[in-house]
């Protein structure tokens, strides 16, 4: 039995000495010159993946990767966009948080958003996306119609990103999304009077979720930020249910804030 990964990953390269260029079959290097286990396993202990990208994008990059012959850069091309184009219309959920990701990846992957035709959860929780990668993300949501829950805990998102997501929210008269957190932000006063304006709103949100993790960094708010979120909650004309959670019913209907200290 392999007693180690280091083991396991040479056991892997047992019989390949030396790769050929199956064109001319000429020996382009030896197994030892390019498997290093120790950049294999060290790739696979950071666990981080690049984001899913439109196959536009993903030609544009491939562009920059070494082939051994620049005819193969199209055909890799179309078939990434043959198994893109099968698979974006099926997931319902993409769980993709704490992959290290920041603005840029958060981008690209807003950017296919639009493609996931049934996704129904976006999960980017603990990716370090800051106001740009919310915006980012707003602007996905601004048209899409099938995502029902979001959530962007631990993001390093502040005022700018929330109102963003509140206003496109708001201004998408076809959204479903009814379940947004965003948990150990740094959002203030401003970010929640955004949100405010959508918590308003009938039919929009049904949980929203702004407090922190334990240890983690707390929601910026004042006493004018947290009335601002009460009031909105409040002209939703609900029966009180559970006040210190601040649970709010009507029949089936239910309304969830949660903020650092409620009431």
Known sequence: MVGSTEETLRCLTDGIGEL???KTGVVICHAEQFFDVAKVIAACELGTRPPPMLPSKAAAELTHKSFFSAADVPTVARLYETFFDAVAPSPTELLLGKMEWGAAEVAALASALPRFERLAKLHLT???MGDAGAIAIAEALRK????TEVELDRCAIKDAGAAAIATALHQNASSKVRHLELEGNEIGDAGAKALAILCAEPGSLRV???GPQAGEGRVKLTEEGRAALKQAVARLD???GVSDLGVKHLGERRF?????VWP
Request: proline share 5%; glycine share 4%; charged share 20%.
């Open 20 to 22: 050929i260029d199956p």
């Open 126 to 128: 603990g990716n370090k």
């Open 144 to 147: 899409h119609s099938s995502i």
């Open 208 to 210: 929203l979720h702004l």
């Open 238 to 240: 609900l029966i009180w």
């Open 256 to 260: 969830y804030l949660e903020l650092d």
